[in-house]
């Protein structure tokens, strides 16, 4: 069992940063692939960024390559999600979640929803103008 609780959402400007924290419980945290959604209001959960289990690959969606970061830290049980010259259209709830199914592996960063099979109960991103 995986539990996740995301902090760092808020209000910021257009061009400002945010860092987003996703704290995991479960000794087995480290041996998972960890991944970043959001989801608009009126619009499905989109895949943002994911990341292997020792963080030797990661993968982020072509609308954020660049300007977000996603990294983690196995010995405190938390993944980030560093958010760099945000846009009004980077406002959404953001989520973490875990994907068990594949154990340390290297290069497994899936990037469908049903793909991961635990998820934070999100934290809300708002771009001002």
């Known amino acids: 069992q995986v539990q996740l609780v995301e902090s760092g959402g808020g209000l910021v400007q257009t061009g400002g940063s945010l860092r987003l924290s996703c704290a995991g419980s479960?000794?087995?945290?480290?041996?998972?692939?960890m991944g970043w959604f959001r989801q608009a209001p009126g619009k499905e959960r989109e895949f943002v960024a994911a990341?292997?289990?020792?963080?030797?690959?990661?993968y982020y969606a072509d609308s954020v390559k660049g300007r977000f970061s996603i990294s983690r830290d196995n010995a405190k049980n938390t993944e980030y999600l560093q958010m760099n010259s945000l846009k009004s259209e980077d406002a959404a709830v953001y989520y973490c979640?875990?994907?068990?199914?594949?154990?340390?592996?290297?290069?497994?960063?899936?990037?469908?929803?049903?793909?991961?099979?635990?998820w934070g109960q999100g934290t809300q991103v708002t771009v001002s103008s």
């Open positions: 979640a875990a994907s068990t199914y594949y154990r340390r592996n290297d290069y497994y960063t899936p990037r469908l929803p049903n793909q991961y099979d635990y």
């Open positions: 990341i292997s289990w020792n963080g030797a690959s990661t």
């Open positions: 479960g000794r087995t945290f480290s041996s998972y692939t």
